[in-house]
Nanobody, 115 residues
Framework: QVQLVESGGGLVQPGGSLRLSCAASGSIFRINVMGWFRQSPGKQRELVANIISGGSTNYGGFVKGRFTISRDNAKNTVYLQMNSLNPEDTAVYYC?????????WGQGTQVTVSS
């Protein structure tokens, strides 16, 4: 079992920045992928960004260079730096991990972009 704990969400003005963190604990051996999804009301959950065990990264098409995913292996933590936020980025952001084909999810953290 893998446990994921997110932090860093909140309210930010348009054009602002936030940094999300996701700490993994438990049986973290051979976690293949870690990353972030988001879901806003009435929409499907969508990929924001992920990082593969070899270090390669993937981003959702809407990111357009505004977000950066990174990881600290010593802390078993993945970060999502989000810049140039706009109201369309308002959503619940979920940390995700895949270990040997099994998906794990965090509880979600709310990000609200509003003036």
């Amino acid at each position: 079992q893998v446990q994921l704990v997110e932090s860093g969400g909140g309210l930010v003005q348009p054009g602002g920045s936030l940094r999300l963190s996701c700490a993994a604990s438990g049986s973290i051996f051979r976690i293949n992928v870690m990353g972030w999804f988001r879901q806003s009301p009435g929409k499907q959950r969508e990929l924001v960004a992920n990082i593969i065990s070899g270090g390669s990264t993937n981003y959702g098409g809407f990111v357009k260079g505004r977000f950066t995913i990174s990881r600290d292996n010593a802390k078993n933590t993945v970060y999502l730096q989000m810049n140039s936020l706009n109201p369309e980025d308002t959503a619940v952001y979920y940390c995700h991990a895949n270990q040997n084909g099994v998906n794990y999810w965090g509880q979600g953290t709310q990000v609200t972009v509003s003036s």
